[in-house]
């Protein structure tokens, strides 16, 4: 089993790129009474729902349901409504702010050609039951949403990790785990792969997510030219254009050699 680290808290406030954290203003939100049909969606919904909210955004009804009735609600739409795809569905790390995950459903309707999401906050730890039954798209995105960010999905038939190994510790979705990883999962693959005693030979792997390494194990980077798999990089640089022989139409060739990288951002 992997070692558990020492939980932080806010640590991808922390990294050198700052600026990926800039929030951007909210989308403005619409009253549902102006859509003709999301409105008597809606109406339907609270007819045998407890609905907390509901708008538009973006020519988009949200609304915000309880979270022991997920199952009820997305078998209504499916079979009342007429939202026949649920498209998406994952959840949101709300743990330092609130102490909640916020789940949402995207779901689609191709009569009527519109998109709904119903969103509900569950505190961390808290179980919510599976809609794999009444969407089978959902078998995967359960299992991500609880391998990414440690949602326990009951009812499903498989909750296992999907994209993390089984031993891994923690969910790498969640804002408090490290962008860079636990300490020891720098040595994760290596010690799978090739043993514990191959690491004063290979060295930790480094997951700085910004750096590009020409020397990496196959030279996946490509650094420069196109080499065949696993041959070791030449120092050789093959300039190559932006467009095609012969240019585009209308649009002003660039060349390779004349672009320029800005210090900063203008």
């Known amino acids: 089993m992997m070692r558990k680290y020492v939980e932080k808290k806010n640590l991808q406030n922390k990294p050198y790129h700052t600026d990926r954290f800039w929030v951007a203003p909210q989308v403005p939100k619409e009253d549902v009474a102006s859509d003709e049909v999301f409105a008597k969606d809606l109406e339907e919904l609270k007819e045998n729902f407890d609905i907390k909210e509901a708008y538009i955004q973006r020519g988009q009804l949200v609304v915000y349901i309880s979270a022991n009735e997920n199952v009820e609600v997305l078998t209504f739409l499916k079979h009342q ?37 119903i ?17 089978k798209s ?74 590009v390494d020409e020397n990496d194990t196959y030279n996946f980077a490509r650094i420069h030219h196109e080499v065949p798999f696993g041959e070791k990089p030449s120092k050789e640089i093959v300039e190559t254009d932006y467009q095609e022989e012969g240019g585009v139409f209308l649009i002003k060739s660039l060349k390779k050699a004349d672009s320029v990288i800005l210090k900063e951002r203008p």
């Open 81 to 117: 409504l007429d939202y026949n795809f649920l498209t998406e569905l994952s959840a949101i790390d709300w743990l330092e702010k609130r102490g909640e995950f916020e789940i949402f459903y995207q779901m689609l309707s191709t009569s009527k050609r519109k998109r709904l999401r």
């Open 119 to 135: 969103k509900f906050f569950i505190k961390q730890k808290r179980e919510i039951r599976t809609v794999s039954n009444v969407f």
């Open 138 to 211: 959902a078998d995967w995105g359960e299992r991500e949403m609880y391998d990414m960010f440690g949602v326990i999905i009951t009812g499903h038939h498989y909750m296992k990790r999907i994209l993390m190994p089984e031993d891994w510790y923690d969910h790498p979705l969640k804002k408090s785990y490290p962008l860079q990883g636990d300490e020891e999962a720098s040595w994760y693959e290596i010690d799978k792969i090739f043993g514990k005693e191959y690491r004063d030979i290979i060295g930790p792997e480094n997951r700085d997510s910004s750096r």
